[in-house]
């Protein structure tokens, strides 16, 4: 198990960035994929992106593609998201995961989770 913590949440109008970054405790952070979910008040929680253990491949979310960027930096033992073009719908609690499947979409595929950061897309 390692430890989790999100940051980088806020209030940000429709069409502007955001940049999440998690934090991950140990020295066993580049054995584990990372990911990221969301949960908005009224809605499932919803998958968003993952990465590989060495950030070699990505997978995305139909709703986030070509807007939202995971990436990671094992030497600071943290994973990042880029949210660009937010909108309204992005508007949600974020909460980073990890995995030991290689590129983890799935719930049960996760072992360990933050405890999240609020996203508010609104104007």
């Known amino acids: 198990q390692v430890q989790l913590v999100e940051s980088g949440g806020g209030l940000i109008q429709p069409g502007g960035s955001l940049r999440l970054s998690c934090a991950a405790s140990?020295?066993?952070?580049?054995?584990?994929?990372m990911g990221w979910v969301r949960h908005a008040p009224g809605k499932e929680r919803e998958f968003v992106a993952s990465?590989?253990?060495?950030?070699?491949?990505?997978y995305y979310a139909d709703s986030v593609k070509g807007r939202f960027t995971i990436s990671r930096d094992n030497a600071k033992n943290t994973v990042y998201l880029q949210m660009n073009s937010l909108k309204p719908e992005d508007t949600a609690v974020y909460s980073c995961?990890?995995?030991?499947?290689?590129?983890?979409?799935?719930?049960?595929?996760?072992?360990?989770w933050g405890q999240g950061t609020q996203v508010t897309v609104s104007s």
């Open positions: 995961a990890a995995s030991s499947s290689a590129l983890p979409t799935l719930d049960y595929e996760y072992l360990s």
């Open positions: 140990g020295r066993t952070f580049s054995n584990y994929a």
């Open positions: 990465i590989t253990r060495s950030g070699g491949l990505t």
